[in-house]
């Protein structure tokens, strides 16, 4: 995660809600096989698109009040976020191309 920032309850608001550029929040957890698979698919991603996008994490087990505010019910999740509003939800493990073209769909 070397290119991943952790956010958690305390920052979420200001690392994702308040970005000038779109995020994209990763909701895992230690446990989820799946979740753990996806990492290296968004630090690639991240490296991409580079100042484009910001690439965050937060671990949903931890974080549990951000996870229910969003209606987070599966693991893994991708939430984008544009202009501190919520723009798509992608539940569970997706390829790279499904990722990359919701994420384009920001850019425009």
Not at 14 to 32: E, H, K, L, R, T
Not at 34 to 41: A, D, G, I, M, S
Not at 73 to 78: A, D, G, K, M, V
């Amino acid at each position: 995660m070397a290119n991943i920032e952790e956010v958690n309850e305390q920052n979420f608001n200001s690392v994702v809600v308040s970005s000038q550029i779109p995020v994209v929040v990763d909701f895992w957890a230690q446990w989820c096989g799946p979740c753990r698979k996806l990492t290296p698919v968004l630090e690639q991603i991240q490296n991409e698109f580079k100042d484009s996008i910001k690439v965050v994490k937060i671990d949903a087990d931890k974080h549990v009040n951000i996870s229910k505010e969003y209606g987070v019910i599966s693991l893994p999740s991708i939430l984008l976020f544009k202009d501190g509003e919520l723009k798509e939800v992608m539940a569970g493990m997706m390829p790279k191309s499904a990722i990359t073209s919701n994420i384009k769909k920001l850019l425009v």
